[in-house]
């Protein structure tokens, strides 16, 4: 049963009305004194509570009401309705235990999306320790790979959050596989044949951000010749991925929020409202919660971006899974350089599970392409990884000398790992990024950085 308090009657039928047509039994409350007897006798599965009722504007009713509701059922989920100059009312609710929050006007697809997301979550309880062969056969995981016991609690919150349609904000340092978790979210969801889109903020300046999140229309300004679409509207019935969001500065926040809040945008130059449907995955390695006690990251955003968080554990972390990943990569590049016999010792295995790599999988991935193109042996021993991640480190502390002779620059690498990987997938550019573990965008960037002309058999 859903409970619906407003005190405004016409409200409380339109949502009843909504509600009742997809199936939901609902119940009324018009004062929070009503409210409170009827969950002193039941206890409903999801209340929508109103934050400002008509003798009170300031909205603080409304959260004393929340605080008695969390204290007599704690194990209802609560949605909160809210006008847009009263979010940060929201935002307070958000805190005491609310699990969304919604604007007047709302849209109703958004208001069902909501509570169906509410309901799935607040119904999601296993109490039994995921295991990695019980996790395959429920979810769809792909190449990620790993079988620690706190990153297997990850996985299996990523597949039990996928089938909603909450918000998720994936953080962890650089190099843990943010992108590969979002992915993850999309690939096992209801969205999964729909598109998924990714957008690094970190790498869009405030005055391209509109342009390159909602599009643009043909002279809304001067080197716009024809019309833009927007990363929105590329991801509309699907995913959007938008990673690196700590690094959005406050002006481009706050643009952002609106499409988050009432999952509609205008095109710059437009002033035609667009509605837009798309499931919302954010990530970052910033510390976003100090964040906004600085200031410098709205804590508005802060609450609507992390309806779930997922903290991707550090490599350091999971020290078991070293090994796993080291022969995944082996057995990548085996097929990339044709080089069946291509392995790892089990010391060299040991020894790297032992290291510091700050740089988490990213770094580990790199130190064995660089090593097995150095090495030149099929059997990779201690020594051969030692000499390229003491190679990696004077690189990284910006100490590197001149190679010796015979050994090949990172560029080096990279341009002859890349022409070997084109001439081994017969130029198909999307096999090509997955073994290389790039984008197809990142690839094309550096087939033109590096000047590697191809025919695209794709």
Do not use: C
């Not at 007897?37 to 008509?54: V, W």
């Not at 969801?189 to 598109?195: D, F």
């Not at 081994?424 to 965008?441: C, F, I, P, Y």
């Amino acid at each position: 049963m859903i409970l619906i308090v407003d005190d405004d009657k016409a409200v409380r039928t339109s949502l009843s009305m909504v509600l009742r047509k997809e199936g939901y039994e609902t119940q009324e409350a018009s004062a929070p004194a009503g409210a409170l007897a009827l969950l002193r006798e039941q206890s409903p599965e999801l209340i929508l509570l109103d934050m400002n009722f008509s003798l009170d504007t300031s909205g603080e009713e409304g959260l004393q009401l929340l605080e008695k509701v969390r204290q007599l059922r704690p194990e209802a989920t609560v949605i909160l309705i809210t006008g847009w100059a009263t979010v940060d009312l929201a935002v307070r609710g958000m805190k005491m235990g609310a699990r969304d929050f919604l604007n007047k006007p709302w849209d109703n697809d958004h208001l069902l999306r909501s509570v169906k997301t509410a309901l799935d979550l607040s119904g999601q309880h296993d109490e039994t320790s995921p295991t990695r062969r019980k996790l395959d056969e429920q979810y769809d995981f792909g190449h990620i790979i790993g079988e620690d016991p706190a990153f297997l609690q990850v996985l299996e919150t990523v597949g039990r959050v996928a089938a909603t349609d909450a918000s998720v904000l994936i953080l962890g340092e650089s190099g843990t596989g943010k992108e590969l978790i979002a992915e993850a979210v999309h690939q096992n969801s209801a969205r999964r044949k729909k598109p998924f889109v990714k957008v690094n903020l970190g790498g869009i300046s405030s005055t391209l951000f509109e342009s390159e999140l909602f599009g643009h229309v043909r002279g809304a300004f001067t080197d716009a010749r024809r019309d833009r679409t927007g990363r929105f509207e590329m991801a509309n019935t699907g995913s959007i991925f938008l990673d690196e969001i700590g690094d959005l500065d406050l002006a481009s926040q706050v643009k952002l929020l609106r499409v988050l809040q009432d999952q509609t945008y205008e095109q710059l130059g437009s002033s035609r409202t667009r509605r837009v449907d798309v499931r919302v995955i954010s990530a970052t390695n910033r510390p976003l919660e100090e964040m906004v006690v600085q200031g410098s990251f709205r804590e508005d955003l802060f609450y609507r971006i992390n309806l779930i968080t997922v903290r991707l554990p550090a490599l350091r972390e999971r020290p078991a899974d070293i090994p796993r990943l080291v022969e995944f990569f082996i057995d990548n590049l085996r097929q990339i350089y044709q080089r069946p016999a291509l392995s790892a010792g089990p010391a060299a295995l040991r020894w790297l599970s032992e290291q510091p790599l700050p740089g988490n999988i990213r770094q580990l991935k790199n130190l064995v392409e660089r090593t097995v193109l150095v090495s030149g042996h099929d059997l990779l021993e201690v020594s051969d990884f030692e000499n390229q991640f003491q190679e990696g480190a004077r690189r990284a502390a910006g100490k590197e000398e001149l190679p010796p002779v015979g050994m090949m620059t990172l560029e080096e690498m990279e341009i002859e790992m890349i022409k070997k990987a084109m001439a081994h997938h017969r130029n198909r550019v999307s096999k090509v990024a997955r073994s290389l573990g790039l984008t197809r965008s990142s690839l094309y960037r550096r087939l033109e950085k590096y000047g590697i002309s191809y025919e695209d058999s794709e």
